[in-house]
């Protein structure tokens, strides 16, 4: 028997044929060179950006066989070329067709996609996965609220693909969709932002996370139980980002994605940076509250990890003014304070604020002050 916080499955399916194929590939062919392909997937090394912008620079990333090169934007500036054959196409829409049917979508729907078509993979990533199902899609693109609120209502647009806060600005115009698949910004992991997304349309509201580097991995259903892993396109991992080693199922940390299938550029234990839960059930692999902050600048207050993001992420949930707060620690007495700074209007109960604190990041506030004049956003770290 196994529950929601114990591991079921510790290494991708294949691992051997995985870790063979990609021992030939020249971005993996040195670290891998004496990884038995059936070793502790522990064994394996993580990939991360800083190995990527390596491999770019000595000329190791481009694929005879690609047929697409998205570039993919690089913290700290800069950009890296994210390089695709067909055959990755056409694996990953096929993935993704099966998923926005889980999440509802018909071939006979028209889907109106606002996210960008440039040089970034934006709107592709829902492109391929909806051009597989058979739906009518429209690639907008993002921006051009009137041009975009014309063409659902003409051609009567059943599924819209945005961000969470251009959908909720087009309903609040006038828009009105049966479904959205919503990417690109938070919606599950704040607090009533999909009640507020959905009120403005008129819609169900889904979450669905995806990136750049490794296409779409993650979509709801109906259900709202949570983001159902694309299986058979990607397999997910959450790791200590401290230590590396596998968080057991239901425990925060930082997400972690191989590539089953990919030929160009496949990712191997990469990385993402981002911050999440991961459950293993009968069903499916499962993110249960989406993506929920980013591992930078990880914090331990208290014997506790606290991750700045995801604050701003609880703030936001809570009305007040997530890009306008200062978390503040000191020491007293020998022993860890913590102290937070934020921009809004004092609710009614800030008991209930302190507690609903204290349940989020299993430690207690040492002092909440909100102001509204309250500016500037970070950590101030005076301890010894």
């Avoid at 993580?46 to 047929?67: I, S």
């Avoid at 996609?113 to 996965?129: E, L, S």
């Avoid at 059943?158 to 690109?184: H, N, W």
């Avoid at 902050?293 to 009305?319: I, S, Y």
Wanted: charged share 25%; glycine share 10%.
């Amino acid at each position: 028997m196994t529950n929601a916080l114990q591991r079921t499955s510790t290494s991708p399916p294949n691992q051997a044929e995985l870790l063979g194929r990609l021992k030939s590939h020249s971005l993996y062919r040195a670290a891998l060179e004496k990884i038995p392909e059936n070793t502790d997937w522990a064994a394996v090394p993580f990939l991360t950006r800083e190995r990527l912008t390596e491999a770019f620079e000595a000329g190791e990333l481009a694929h005879p066989d690609a047929v697409r090169v998205h570039l993919t934007p690089h913290p700290g500036g800069g950009w890296l070329p994210e390089y695709a054959t067909r055959a990755d196409i056409d694996g990953h829409g096929q993935a993704a067709a099966a998923a926005f049917a889980r999440a509802g979508v018909r071939p006979e729907d028209y889907v109106q996609i606002a996210f960008g078509y440039h040089r970034f993979a934006g709107g592709w990533i829902m492109q391929d996965g909806l051009e597989a199902l058979g739906a009518k899609t429209l690639p907008f693109g993002p921006g051009e609220s009137e041009a975009q609120l014309d063409a659902i209502q003409k051609l009567g647009v059943r599924v819209l693909v945005s961000a969470p806060s251009f959908a909720q600005k087009l309903g609040e115009a006038g828009a009105r969709v049966e479904l959205l698949i919503s990417s690109g910004e938070p919606l599950t992991s704040i607090a009533g932002r999909r009640e507020r997304v959905e009120a403005a349309l008129g819609c169900v509201a889904l979450d669905a996370y995806a990136s750049s580097e490794a296409g779409m991995m993650a979509l709801e259903t109906p259900e709202k139980n949570g983001l159902r892993v694309l299986e058979d396109w990607v397999y997910l991992e959450v790791i200590d980002p401290e230590t590396g080693q596998a968080m057991p199922d239901g425990e925060r940390g930082e997400l972690v994605v191989t590539h089953l299938s990919k030929q160009a550029m496949p990712l191997l234990r990469f990385r993402t940076g981002d911050l999440t839960r991961l459950e293993r059930r009968a069903d499916g692999v499962y993110l249960p509250g989406g993506v929920f902050g980013n591992v930078g600048g990880m914090l331990k207050v208290k014997g506790v990890k606290l991750f700045p993001r995801e604050v701003a992420f609880w703030l936001a949930g809570h009305g007040l003014d997530h890009t306008q707060h200062t978390l503040r620690l000191w020491s007293q007495g020998g022993a860890d304070r913590l102290g937070l700074s934020v921009q809004g209007e004092t609710p009614e109960s800030v008991d209930a604020l302190l507690a609903d604190f204290q349940r989020r990041f299993a430690m207690r506030l040492d002092e909440l002050k909100i102001t509204a004049d309250h500016n500037g956003a970070g950590v101030v770290d005076t301890r010894e």
